[in-house]
């Protein structure tokens, strides 16, 4: 499977200050995308990381929350901006495919970061 | 994007064998039944796909009956490790690369 990487795994973070979480895959994939699991929820697609465009948000979400850097193919960064306790949740970075999949559609998770906020 | 209901929560003992129904009434033509896992402090990862009739890997098989309304995800045998959360997925195949979207899925919790 594909081998994706999240820095930093966790963090502890202040009311009203942001953090930038950064998702590295061992190869290069076309689509990249974020999401966000809430203490016992499942999971809520924040947006799609587009390479070389800005990126794209699902309802609820807006780019002055949550920037998006997608520089390559292989990395992308999601900033939670402007923290508040309600951002407190697990973010996690998802590929899709390449050559890894056992389907054409399979989509692989980062190990997530664990973002508590005070 | 089909609706899924699957129960809350199951509880199995281990070594037993563990059925998780998941309800689609509204499933589309080109919709495929995917199942994903996803450990404590893991991301989700792929289990099984499958359209139509059995399917059946190494972790986990998938019945799925002729009017495709519903699916049933079979783990046998289970142990500890497969403690989880268990999400069923309605939906086409890739469509544009697409990403998934996840309903509440069903929390299976394995005792000795």
């Known amino acids: 499977s594909a081998v994706i990487s999240q820095k930093p795994s966790r963090d502890i973070c202040q009311r009203g200050t942001s953090l930038t979480i950064q998702c590295q895959v061992d190869?290069?994939?076309?689509?990249m995308f974020w999401y966000r699991q809430q203490p016992g929820q499942s999971l809520t697609l924040i947006a799609t990381a587009n390479q070389g465009s800005e990126a794209t948000y699902e309802s609820g979400f807006v780019i002055d929350k949550f920037p998006i850097s997608r520089p390559n193919l292989t990395f992308s960064t999601l900033t939670v901006s402007n923290m508040s306790p309600e951002d407190s949740s697990i973010y996690l970075c998802?590929?899709?495919?390449?050559?890894?999949?056992?389907?054409?559609?399979?989509?692989?998770f980062g190990p997530g970061t664990r973002l508590t906020v005070l | 994007l089909a609706k899924t209901t699957q129960p809350i929560s199951m509880d199995s003992y281990e070594g037993q064998e563990v059925n998780i129904t998941c309800s689609h009434n509204?499933?589309?033509?080109?919709?495929?039944i995917t199942w994903y896992q996803q450990f404590p402090s893991q991301g989700p990862r792929f289990i099984i796909q499958?359209?139509?009739t059995k399917v059946t890997n190494e972790v986990a098989s998938l019945f799925i009956p002729a009017d495709r309304k519903s699916s049933t995800l079979s783990l046998p045998r289970v142990s500890l490790s497969d403690t989880a959360v268990y999400y069923c997925l309605v939906g086409p195949v890739n469509q544009a690369g697409t990403a998934l979207i996840f309903g509440k899925g069903t929390t299976l919790s394995v005792s000795s």
């Open positions: 190869s290069q994939v076309t689509m």
């Open positions: 509204n499933i589309a033509t080109n919709d495929y």
């Open positions: 998802s590929v899709v495919a390449g050559p890894y999949a056992v389907k054409e559609d399979e989509q692989f």
């Open positions: 499958g359209y139509k």
